[in-house]
Nanobody
Framework: QVQLVESGGGFVLPGESLRLSCTAS????????ITWFRQAPGKEREGVSS????????VYTASVKGRFTISRDDAQNTAYLQMSNLKSEDTAVYYC??????????????????WGQGTRVTVSS
């Protein structure tokens, strides 16, 4: 049974940092592309960042470039999202998701068969 478990969310002040983790079981993470999505209240789920399997190529949505860093530790079957200089607009539930295969549309939610349950991030003064 495949399971993805996110952790690391919380309540922080603007400008602070958080590191999210996504630990997989029931699959070998090294064989999958990993993407972090987020969903703010009343909004659609959006892709935040993705890292490919094999040689890790990373992509970011424009609003988080320079502030967020995605990484993966395949030996630990875990992926991370380091978030710095957090802003109120980063408030959302963050999900990790994994997929295989090649597709340039990394932020398309329908491409991902496996999802975590989400971890909430709240940025507020």
């Amino acid at each position: 049974q495949v399971q993805l478990v996110e952790s690391g969310g919380g309540f922080v002040l603007p400008g602070e940092s958080l590191r999210l983790s996504c630990t997989a079981s029931g699959l070998t993470l090294a064989h999958y592309h990993i993407t972090w999505f987020r969903q703010a209240p009343g909004k659609e789920r959006e892709g935040v960042s993705s890292v490919s399997s094999g040689v890790p190529v990373t992509v970011y949505t424009a609003s988080v470039k320079g502030r967020f860093t995605i990484s993966r530790d395949d030996a630990q079957n875990t992926a991370y999202l380091q978030m710095s200089n957090l802003k109120s607009e980063d408030t959302a539930v963050y999900y990790c998701a994994v997929r295989q295969g090649y597709d340039t549309n990394w932020s398309e939610v329908t491409l991902y068969p496996y999802w975590g349950q989400g971890t909430r991030v709240t940025v507020s003064s």
